[in-house]
Each structure stands twice: as C-alpha cells, then as structure tokens.
C-alpha cells in the first residue's frame, strides 16, 4: 500500500523513492514506506489549499461541535489499536515499549481534550463600543493551510499537538514526520479517514527537509508553520516563511535546568533527577540536562546520583528489564560522542558513562551509557549546548540568588524544576526563571489543558491549552451598526 496521503487517497511517491527504516536499538528492517518529492508535496498544498477554499466537506464552515466529534473518534482509535501503535513507535525510534505505551495514552489524552473544547462552542466576545445601536464583537477563524512538522523523539505526540488544535480551528494541513519515524504518524492519517475527515483536509508526505520539506515554508499558499525540532533548523524555516509573512510557531528545545536546594526531599529529588534526564536516553525537549545543586550537598547528592546511574540498564524495546533505550541514529550517536568528548576537553570531569555499552546483544543498536559530568562551570560547551542524548551536567550554587542567574545563563528557556521545602522560596525562584514551564518538587508531567513552548531562542508560540489552539486561529473584529444612518462628515 503506498504511503503518501493527498487529497483523501494513499498515494506512491511520483519519483518512486523509496526508503528503508530500522529499528535504531537492534539494526532491524522494520518497514519501507514512499519517500516524498518536492512535486509530491506541491500536490498536497495544492490539495489541502483548494478543501480550504472550496472543498467539497467545507471543512472551514463545518461547525465546531461537529469538527470536535471527528476528533474524539481519533482518540477511541488510538485507544483501540494503542498495542499496535505503540509497538509501531517503539521499533521506530528505540525506546522501550512501555514508554511507546504511555505516549499513545498521551495522545489519545490530547485528542479528547481538543473534542471536549469544542462542544463548548463561543459565539464571540462581545466588545463595548460606548454606543447605542452597535453590536461589536470578535471573533475567530481558521488561519488556513498549515504546514505540520515533527520530530523523531515523539513522532506521534508532537503529530497530536498540532494535528488536533489545527483541524478543530478549522484549518487544513500537510503534515510531515521525521524521515526514520514515519510509522505511528502513518497510523493517525489512518484514523483521521476512518473519522470521516473530508477529502484534501489532512495530507500526509514523507522524506526529508532537503528532499521534500522545503514547500512546506515557501510555497506560498501556506499560511502558517508549526515545528518541533532543532534551533538551526527553525531559525532556517523562520527566514523561508518570512519572504510570505507566514506565521510560524516554533518549538526549538532547550537546556533545562534542574534546581536542587539544600531543603529538598532528597530521594526525590534524586530520583526525579535520574528521570529528568535519562528517560528516552535524553532525547526529550526537556530535558532536565544541566543539574545545579546547593553546594552543602552537592558532593553526596551527586556521588549518590552517579551510583545510580551506573546501575541504569540498557536495552530494546522489547526487553522487559530495559531500563533505557537506544539513541535513534547513527549520525544522532556519533553527536552525543563528540559532545561527550568536547566535555572532557573542556575539563568538566567525567563521572559515569561516556562510551558505549558492552552487553551482549547490543551491539547492532545505538546505544549510549547514561553519563555524568560534575566540576562544570556555565561558560561551557557542554553547559551551554544541547546533547539530546543521555548526558548531564552538575554545577553547583551557594545562594538562591546565584541558582536564578545560573538557571537564566541560557539562550534557552523551554522548562526546569525547582527542588525545596520552602514553599515561599521555590514561588519566588520560579517566578524569575525565565522558562516556559516550571515545575516545582517534580518533573516532566504535562496536560493537554497548560501551555507549553519557551521563552528565547526555545521558540514561538505554545502548544496546547487556549493558546495551542489559539495559534491556529485568526482574530476577526466584526462591527455591525444595527441603526445605519448618514455621517454627515461632507454633507
């Protein structure tokens, strides 16, 4: 069956490319789907722009409560082949199946949200004009075609946040995943036709930026971008949609960091600290990479830590006592070495980890050993930089005052938690981290009802809650002079 989706048919690549994906954890062919073409993703636009100006399912004029039943029959159908889905993005991108599980539920989770927004239908916000006889109000609408791009670290979640705010606005759209991930978000186009989504609403590409990505900023029948994925990317997709005015909403990553008071409950501290940055062997937006620990105890916290570590047990995705996966390419492991090796050139000293594990088994995956650097100092590379892979940095603080500046010595600012018992204290410390999200005495939980996104170069924009629906809308004014009448100015 071919694998492209366009204009409500699955279609083959019209210059017949194909390419091979493999499981990342064990060198195993797992599928070959239809690799892209410009031309290929010229037909989408041209599909998803003509639904939106004249389809046939008037997709725009749909009213929203039906829009939202669409949606919450995606999220039964992920329920339903949750098994097959998750196994799916588990052989995709190397992690274990049980973390693949909780992201279909995630997914799911998202969808129904969005269905239940939108059985609560506005009819507008009513503006006060002063005057008697005018009904002002605003209202919103679809922006139009969008333009959908994922990552490979959560194919289908970061599909979901975008997929489901973008078509209850009302919008069309081309969606394209990452090239080595393409499974799971194969699966969701699946759902999205077996909902009834209407012919042109929802089109599917597959392939590279280079390859088949580059319409999908410039052509300018599209309205708005939306990205997950690298800072040198987004800053490049950002320039493409500027020669059309698109707005853009970009979700660039981050150097999160994890704040540790000398206060702190400190098992859970330290076990949260593990989670923050070794689940998905750190190939998570956020991250918690950079540890910064009140000085009276860093020397046990982190030598209790780096225990820890050592212990942590790689493996694939099927691998019931796998405690962590592998990394999702060659070229993605090649990095994370040559960052570890810049770390140890810079003279942050090296705890645990930093090679390549020796269990037997392993040896066709792109594994990496959980690593700990300490003696860091903020002017570092490896400080600085995002891995994206299984490492983290520890620093130390005297004062709360210096865990702020420290925390803020970024060109990121995504997510980051605050460790302590003093409620006034972790209010105050989290009111001047200049993150999108903190958590405070945790790490990594997220609903589909808050906003995400970052502050500077993490990116534009927020994904889900108001606001992540809010990127797909425009802001319409609509004034209506109930007692029209001469104005008089040259009478």
């Known amino acids: ?281 750190g190939q998570v937006c956020s991250a918690g990479a950079r540890l910064l620990v009140q000085q009276s105890i860093a020397e046990e916290f982190v030598d209790a830590l780096v225990d820890r570590a050592r212990s942590i047990r790689p493996g694939t995705p099927l691998d019931p006592a796998a405690q962590i996966g592998s990394l999702t390419s060659a070229g993605h492991l090649a990095k994370v070495e040559a960052y570890v090796q810049r770390g140890i050139e810079e003279g942050a000293r090296l705890r645990c980890g930093g090679r390549r594990p020796e269990n037997p088994g392993l040896e066709n995956g792109f594994f990496y050993l959980p690593t700990v650097f300490d003696n860091c100092r903020a002017e570092m590379h490896i400080v600085q930089e995002e891995s994206f892979g299984p490492v983290l940095t520890a620093e130390t603080f005297a004062t709360e005052q210096e865990a702020i500046a420290l925390a803020n010595d970024s060109i990121y600012g995504l997510a980051g938690a605050v460790w302590t018992s003093n409620q006034a204290m972790a209010d105050r410390v989290a009111a001047r981290l200049r993150l999108g999200t903190v958590w405070i005495n945790d790490y990594h939980p997220y609903v589909a009802q808050a906003e995400w996104g970052g502050y500077k170069q993490s990116g534009i924009g927020r994904e889900l809650g108001d606001h992540g629906l809010a990127e797909y809308q425009e802001i319409k004014h609509i004034w209506r002079n109930c007692s029209p009448a001469p104005s008089g100015w040259f009478s």
């Open 1 to 281: 069956m071919p694998d492209l989706f366009i204009d409500g048919a699955w279609s083959a690549a019209t210059a017949g490319g194909r390419r091979r994906i493999t499981c990342p954890a064990t060198g195993e062919t797992v599928g070959e789907v239809d690799e892209a073409s410009d031309a290929d993703t010229r037909r989408a636009i041209a599909a998803a722009a003509a639904a939106f100006a004249d389809g046939a399912g008037d997709w725009p004029t749909t009213a929203i409560m039906e829009r939202a039943v669409r949606l919450d029959r995606v999220a039964a159908g992920l329920r339903r082949d949750k098994d097959q889905i998750a196994l799916a993005e588990a052989l995709d991108t190397g992690k274990r199946l049980v973390e693949a599980e909780c992201d279909i539920d995630d997914v799911a989770s998202v969808f129904a949200h969005y269905a239940a927004v939108g059985q609560e239908p506005a009819s507008g916000r009513i503006v006060d004009t002063g005057r008697a006889g005018i009904d002002s109000r605003i209202v919103t609408e679809p922006v139009g075609v969008c333009s959908l791009i994922t990552p490979w670290n959560y194919p289908l979640l970061q599909a979901s946040w975008k997929v489901a705010p973008c078509l209850l606005a009302g919008n069309t759209f081309v969606l394209k995943p990452s090239e080595i991930t393409p499974h799971s978000t194969i699966h969701l186009i699946r759902l999205l036709q077996e909902a009834g989504l209407p012919a042109g609403v929802g089109n599917l590409v597959l392939g590279t930026g280079s390859g088949c990505g580059e319409p999908l900023s410039t052509d300018p029948r599209v309205d708005l971008v939306s990205f997950t994925g690298s800072l040198a990317v987004g800053r490049q997709l950002m320039a493409n949609a500027a020669t059309t005015v698109k707005r853009v909403a970009l979700e660039l990553g981050g150097k999160n960091p994890n704040i540790v008071f000398a206060d702190a409950d400190r098992d859970a501290a330290l076990d949260n600290a593990l989670t923050a940055v070794f689940l998905h062997s």
